[in-house]
């Protein structure tokens, strides 16, 4: 799952997005405040799950929403989910994510900035699985529909 809030929701759908299309893997994007409406029960912790922890990318950003994206990746990490947090305070991610992303701060701007890190993260999936980024299979370049 990748999960954010105001700026960050549209980011995070993207960020699924990438994941999908370049590392042929399972990947949803949800608004924090959602994450209580299903996600909950996919997750698996490592002694429970077949490959591991379910891994959740949070995007917790130093604005309104980081109270309750910073609640959301408590209640996924006390469920045992692997929490990569990417923010622009290093310091909203303490005690959840010893080695957090950190972008920097441009105001509402800032959810943009975790574009790259999540692209790079799909990137670098990819080439683990040995899967070629540069082509996706079953997706055009250009669509040409008359």
């Not at 917790?60 to 408590?74: G, P, Q």
């Amino acid at each position: 799952f990748v999960l954010g809030k105001g700026y960050g929701e549209p980011v995070a759908m993207e960020g699924a997005l990438k994941i999908k299309e370049m590392c042929y893997l399972h990947a949803e994007g949800y608004s924090g405040g959602a994450l209580k409406h299903g996600p909950f029960a996919l997750i698996e912790s490592d002694e429970n799950g077949k490959k591991g922890a379910t891994p959740i990318i949070m995007l917790i950003f130093d604005d309104e929403h980081a109270h309750h994206m910073r609640t959301a990746a408590e209640e996924v990490k006390a469920r045992g989910a692997d929490v990569i947090i990417i923010t622009d305070k290093k310091s909203l991610a303490e005690g959840l994510d010893e080695n957090p992303l950190v972008i920097p701060s441009n105001g509402p701007l800032t959810a943009l900035g975790a574009v790259l890190p999540i692209q790079l993260l799909a990137f670098e999936l990819a080439m683990l699985r040995g899967i070629n980024p540069d082509t996706p299979r079953n997706l055009a370049k250009a669509v040409t529909v008359d």
